[in-house]
């Protein structure tokens, strides 16, 4: 909007989205304060006026921020709006997002709860009904935590109302699990692999500063990396702490700043083609089979001096990643480069590095044409939609490199370049640099926060579904309900109710007295 675009300097910005707006100034002066606000306010009702814009005066609310708690009952300096005084609030509500005057969201944490019981209710309906556990589960996913996800990576909440949300979660597991009110909640975490609130709270904040950091024209992004301070009553920012989380897998300023994928630039000079008529039913054939089809495919789509190119990722869990690259041409190996780290991603980031490598190798040779055959499936789906690595696109801008052929090949059927790929990928040495994408860094952040959970955990009843043979997440996506449901997860968790004990004895009872000639239960025949 153009009220935006011509807001006057000063510490502060005036925000738009839709038809509300927000005017925001900073400082040490109240009065100083005040003034920067009038004036933009006057800019902002020339504005309307001139566009024929109409302002709801009713609706117009003026909030002072501050940890002094004097503030409260302080005398403070008055904005008005068309000659009118604007009422001063203790609390302001924008985009859904109530704001106190110590933005300690306590208000807002009130509000998410209120919202949250409702979708409990409706919760506790459907699990009085003929609903399955892993519907329950979807319910909560769909009812319960959108509400408390929205906005939730910049709640600087204390620990109280952390606990207030965790006991929503809670109340929720009971019903999807049908357990008793003692059961360990860590238990009922275990069973459905739920992260506890402060996990929750730590992912999203994650996730929420790798989409700054991907967008290069949020009002944010020149803000990180940059040293943070600490509020006396709050600590640190909610940015501070997204990147305290994040460097439990690494360095936030290792992570490249932009989009992963980006659409191809027009001013790429550079033909992409993909083929992928080569399934993965290949690997039933005979090795000689498979390489005679590659082979054709590479006469059909290559010419004699092109290079030829197949890459490979490797991945062992909770050991090794590696990436490694075989370039052939005229029937020759002209190059070959591998790299490893100590640490676990996706096959699919290890075979973007790959390519990724291949072309920074490119940027110094004279190739027009060359021939990239990939067991990523993955990769390949992406590149059919027009999207490349911003990477790749850095490279092929410095190559001499017109045409790109994408060829899938299916892993471990006996294709020579791959097989050689594979093995390189396999004896490659340990090297530096950052290689989790953004994807990896949060899917080691849930690990890391499971193996914190749980590993140690003394929670007997932990420690009894661990020697049954439970895994993490067992009842997330079983189909038991009513009666059944809580029988079996009481009697995993070891915490039964009465009610449940008695169904468990008469059961049992009737299977003592099951005739083993007629194998029925009938005292009669």
Not at 90 to 116: E, P, T
């Amino acid at each position: 909007m153009a009220v935006t675009k011509q807001q006057l300097d000063g510490r502060g910005r005036t925000l738009s989205y839709a038809d509300d707006i927000l005017v925001y100034r900073q400082g040490r002066d109240r009065s100083d304060i005040a003034d920067e606000v009038q004036k933009e306010l006057d800019r902002v009702v020339a504005w309307c006026n001139d566009s024929g814009a109409h302002i709801n005066h009713s609706k117009v609310t003026a909030t002072w921020f501050s940890v002094d708690n004097h503030i409260v009952h302080a005398d403070t300096p008055s904005v008005n709006m068309s000659g009118s005084e604007i009422a001063r609030t203790a609390s302001m509500k924008y985009l859904g997002i109530v704001f106190d005057r110590s933005l300690c969201f306590r208000q807002h944490v009130d509000y998410v709860i209120a919202k949250a019981r409702n979708g409990l209710g409706a919760m506790k309906v459907m699990a009085a009904s003929d609903i399955t556990q892993w519907q329950l589960v979807m319910l909560y996913q769909a009812l319960v935590l959108p509400g408390i996800e929205y906005a939730g990576a910049i709640l600087t909440t204390s620990d109280n109302q952390m606990k207030r949300l965790e006991r929503i979660q809670n109340e929720a597991m009971r019903i999807i699990l049908g357990c008793t009110r003692d059961t360990p909640c860590v238990a009922m975490r275990y069973l459905l692999d739920f992260p506890s609130m402060a996990h929750r709270i730590a992912l999203w904040r994650a996730r929420a500063h790798f989409r700054i950091s991907a967008n290069t024209e949020h009002p944010l992004h020149e803000e990180l990396g940059k040293e943070r301070g600490n509020r006396l009553k709050r600590g640190k920012s909610w940015v501070g702490r997204a990147e305290d989380i994040i460097r439990v897998i690494c360095e936030p300023t290792n992570i490249y700043a932009g989009e992963e994928w980006v659409c191809v630039p027009d001013k790429l000079d550079v033909k992409f083609t993909t083929i992928t008529t080569l399934g993965r039913r290949c690997r039933e054939w005979i090795p000689t089979a498979v390489e005679a089809e590659v082979r054709a495919l590479i006469d059909e789509n290559a010419e004699d001096g092109d290079v030829i190119i197949y890459t490979d990722g490797s991945v062992v869990r909770h050991q090794r990643c590696a990436w490694a690259f075989s370039a052939q041409s005229c029937n020759r190996t002209v190059k070959e480069c591998s790299g490893a780290f100590a640490t676990t991603t996706s096959s699919l980031t290890m075979e973007v590095m790959a390519v990724t490598n291949s072309f920074s190798w490119l940027e110094s040779q004279d190739y027009v044409r060359a021939c990239i055959l990939s067991d990523s499936m993955s990769m390949i789906r992406k590149i059919e939609t027009g999207r490349l690595r911003m990477q790749w696109v850095q490279s092929l801008g410095k190559s001499t490199l017109k045409q790109i052929t994408f060829i899938f090949v299916p892993g471990h059927a006996g294709v020579e370049g791959n097989e050689r790929a594979d093995f390189l990928a396999g004896t490659a040495n340990m090297i530096e640099g950052q290689p989790m994408d953004r994807g990896d860094i949060i899917n080691a952040l849930r690990e890391s926060f499971r193996s914190e959970e749980f590993d140690d955990c003394m929670s007997t009843s932990v420690i009894r579904m661990r020697e049954s043979g439970l895994k993490v997440g067992t009842a997330r996506r079983e189909h038991y309900r009513k009666r059944l449901k809580s029988m079996i997860n009481q009697h995993r968790t070891g915490t039964i109710s009465r009610a449940t004990l008695i169904n468990l004895l008469r059961r049992r009872s009737e299977h003592l007295w099951i005739c083993p000639e007629c194998n029925d239960d009938n005292l009669e025949t």
